[in-house]
T-cell receptor, first 115, second 114 residues
Framework: GAVVSQHPSRVICKSGTSVKIECRSL??????MFWYRQFPKQSLMLMAT?????????EQGVEKDKFLINHASLTLSTLTVTSAHPEDSSFYIC???????????FGEGSRLTVL | QQQVKQSPQSLIVQKGGISIINCAYE??????FPWYQQFPGKGPALLIA?????SEKKEGRFTISFNKSAKQFSLHIMDSQPGDSATYFC?????????????FGTGTKLQVIP
């Protein structure tokens, strides 16, 4: 089946630094990718919808200047957490819609820890 | 606003038993209802899905029952196995201009004990 690769799987950074997370669709082109945030033992919260070649659409309450999303190609979307703080520590997951079924494929997630 | 409500929050089932997870939705515009399975530290994976014009869908040990009038749907896992221990999320999606926008339930942590 289709695969979505997410990198890095784990990242630890100091407060105030920026962190970039990559999401790649490996065997299909994804016009639309999605970024989620998941807190421990909680559901996935949609942060933004990333469209290739255009600006991302952010959900209410998500700071677009804090969470920069770039969808430069049909196979790559990146999420940059700028000036990270401990409260940004979370599990970030991307997904891409692809294939003839339009099924949503998820990446393995990226665990961000901000010290 | 929680558009998809899921219960129970956690579930313990004996090996070989039936696991049942229930979900209810509010928005009648939802047109696709997938279930996802998530293991710790991993992203969710699609388990089974149904569209509202069908009342039941079965794939192996997994069955979705769908009640459109009640706006409810459920996942049944027959002959539950320890390997089924995971968190399960129901979801509902709607076509938003060429892509499916998915709303997730709150999740059910299933533990199957030997």
């Amino acid at each position: 089946g289709a695969v979505v690769s997410q990198h890095p799987s784990r990242v630890i950074c100091k407060s105030g630094t920026s962190v970039k997370i990559e999401c790649r669709s490996l065997d299909f082109q994804a016009t639309t990718m999605f970024w989620y945030r998941q807190f421990p033992k909680q559901s996935l919260m949609l942060m933004a919808t990333s469209n290739e070649g255009s600006k991302a659409t952010y959900e209410q309450g998500v700071e677009k200047d804090k969470f920069l999303i770039n969808h430069a190609s049909l196979t790559l979307s990146t999420l940059t957490v700028t000036s990270a703080h401990p409260e940004d520590s979370s599990f970030y997951i991307c997904s891409a819609q692809g294939g003839w079924t339009g099924e949503l494929f998820f990446g393995e997630g990226s665990r961000l820890t901000v010290l | 606003q929680q558009q998809v409500k899921q219960s129970p929050q956690s579930l313990i089932v004996q090996k070989g038993g039936i696991s049942i997870i229930n979900c209810a939705y509010e928005n009648t515009a939802f047109d696709y209802f997938p279930w996802y399975q998530q293991f710790p530290g991993k992203g969710p994976a699609l388990l089974i899905a149904i569209r509202p014009d069908v009342s039941e869908k079965k794939e192996g040990r997994f069955t979705i029952s769908f009640n459109k009038s009640a706006k409810q749907f459920s996942l049944h896992i027959m002959d539950s196995q320890p390997g089924d221990s995971a968190t399960y999320f129901c979801a509902a999606s709607i076509d938003s201009g060429g892509y499916q926008k998915v709303t997730f339930g709150t999740g059910t942590k299933l533990q199957v004990i030997p």
